[in-house]
């Protein structure tokens, strides 16, 4: 069956609630679900649909796999238990950064990720809580990228011809796979999420392991996770749609107290677009990119140059990995 789009202008919010709640209802019967939440828009979103569908039937986990923002775990299950939706933050830190020791391929990461959480993290919780079913946000931006073959994303499971049942021993319920970004917020609005998570900006699913070209350690990705906390602290106040931290995998030459520093690369993305499918770079004032480089020279270690990516989407990406 072909997927159809539901764009934002044709979404009647109210009605597909109820639609998607029922569905899943229908989906998981007599049985229990467990519901993968990540923080992001679509996690959040669909972690609310899942408990109006199911209340107590419904298992809601965090996954602390190690490469996620700066205090992101507590503040995500904070935000959504005082929305009425219980978390339980599960720590897979170690299963995440072995599955990706020694990969620097994108496609090769980003399978490592679908694997840890598919094969060994939610496997593991399925089996333990007895269900047969996995909430998860996938939304209609992930399918198309993937299936077009410009990113896999590693959400993206049955449109690529994986049974997830006999791959990992659970279905998939992707409640929002027709929506896009726009779409996505609107029905966060609708849900009662607080502003702070339905208008987030995008976050990518294989996390700071997207913002580091290379190896993906824990090394690597501290240092990409200050720079990310120095620009979405200086950018907030933008109306862009995304601003992001890139830590490059080449050291430059620098100079550092009269003397030569052979240190690290951050680049600096901050993108305007209305569903992600293109976008065109902000044009941030010259003053805000000066404060940006002094900062993440000074409070990032290592880093001794800052970039800013003026390429808009096509050819870009708006993650890089």
């Known amino acids: 069956m072909e997927l159809k789009e539901i764009k934002l202008e044709d979404l009647e919010a109210q ?40 209340g107590d039937k419904l298992k809601t986990y965090f ?10 775990p507590e503040y995500v299950v904070s935000i959504i238990e005082k929305c009425g939706v219980p978390v339980e933050l599960v720590d897979a830190q170690d299963e995440f950064f072995d599955a990706l020791k020694g990969k620097t391929d994108p496609e090769e990461k980003r399978q490592a990720i679908t ?13 333990e809580s007895g269900t047969r079913f996995l909430l998860q946000g996938t939304n209609f931006t992930d399918v198309e990228e993937t299936v077009a073959g410009i990113k896999r994303q590693h959400n993206i499971l049955a449109q690529l011809g994986i049974d997830t049942e006999a791959a990992y021993g659970y279905k998939v319920i992707e409640p929002i796979i027709q929506l896009r970004k726009p779409a996505v917020r609107a029905l966060g609005e609708a849900l009662g999420l607080p502003e702070e998570i339905f208008n ?27 720079a990310t906390a120095v620009v979405e602290q200086e950018l907030a106040g933008t109306d862009a749609f995304q601003y992001l931290a890139i830590l490059h995998e080449d050291r430059v030459t620098g100079i550092r107290d009269g003397e ?59 993650e890089a990995v």
Not at 19 to 42: K, P, R, W
Not at 277 to 300: C, M, Q
């Open 63 to 72: 996954i602390d796999n190690g490469i996620m923002r700066e205090g992101e």
């Open 200 to 226: 987030r900006p995008p976050f990518p699913g294989p996390a700071l392991a997207a913002r580091v070209i290379g190896e993906t350690t824990r090394e690597r990705i501290e240092r990409v996770r200050k």
């Open 260 to 318: 030569r520093d052979y240190g690290f690369q951050i680049e600096v993305r901050c993108w305007d677009s209305e569903d992600a499918v293109t976008g065109s770079p902000t044009r941030l004032a010259y003053e805000i990119l000066e404060k940006l480089a002094s900062r993440i020279t000074s409070e990032v270690p290592g880093v001794v140059s800052v970039t800013y990516n003026i390429s808009s989407k096509p050819p870009s990406t708006i």
């Open 15 to 54: 009605s597909f609630i109820e639609e998607q709640c029922q569905a899943i209802s229908s989906e998981v019967g007599d049985s229990i679900a467990i519901n993968a939440l990540s923080g992001g828009v679509d996690s959040s979103v669909v972690s609310m649909l899942g408990h109006r569908a199911l």
């Open 115 to 127: 694997e840890a959480f598919y094969k060994s993290v939610f496997a593991r919780l399925v089996k």
